[in-house]
């Protein structure tokens, strides 16, 4: 898939501020296969999308789902769908932004999703939402867990820590609502053990 030229004119115009407030610690990029994959990240801070997209660079190509709240302010609306992102109604059932994750993991591109759906502090707890899940067995995908530091400190580093990918288990050949649960809650286990040492 050819990449979003707007995309990439921001990216090379925007990294070298937000990373030299928040610098980057990245490790685990060996992790990231060359294939699209549901990318899976904890939530703490309203740079995470941005240090998420800098940590696996450029070239990656990548789409975000984000809440629908912020596409309510017209010029960010505007300049949020030019690079890529697509709202998501996290309190319903979203069927226009399921579609448009499955078709962005079917055209192979990737994508970043927040499973938890909120900013969760450390010390607070989040169920994930099983449509992560959902969206990675839908589409033969695998689920990518990203750990991104929580302590946002100007000038210090910030860990952002790719793991091994992870394959969605069913026991039959449709998996019901039960197991994309129990899925999505194994994926945020396997984010946040990565960030244990923080």
Not at 1 to 16: D, E, G, Q
Not at 89 to 109: E, F, P, V, Y
Request: aromatic share 10%.
């Amino acid at each position: 898939m050819s990449k979003n030229p707007y995309y990439t004119r921001i990216y090379r115009l925007t990294k070298w501020l937000v990373t030299w407030l928040f610098p980057l610690s990245v490790r685990g990029r060996e992790h990231v296969p060359n294939e699209p994959v549901v990318l899976c990240a904890n939530h703490t801070s309203n740079w995470d999308p941005l240090l998420a997209v800098y940590a696996l660079g450029v070239d990656y190509c990548m789409r975000i789902m984000a809440k629908r709240e912020i596409f309510k302010i017209p010029v960010l609306r505007s300049f949020l769908r030019r690079m890529g992102v697509f709202p998501v109604d996290r309190g319903h059932s979203d069927i226009s932004a399921m579609k448009t994750a499955l078709k962005t993991i079917r055209d192979g591109q990737s994508l970043l999703v927040f499973p938890e759906g909120t900013r969760v502090r450390r010390g607070q707890k989040s169920e994930p939402k099983g449509g992560v899940a959902m969206m990675a067995m839908r589409t033969g995908a695998k689920l990518l867990p990203v750990y991104i530091g929580r302590a946002k400190r100007l000038f210090q580093k910030v860990p952002v820590i790719i793991g091994e990918p992870y394959t969605p288990v069913t026991a039959g050949r449709r998996a019901t609502a039960e197991e994309y649960q129990q899925n999505a809650e194994e994926i945020m286990r396997r984010v946040y053990r990565l960030g244990e040492t923080e």
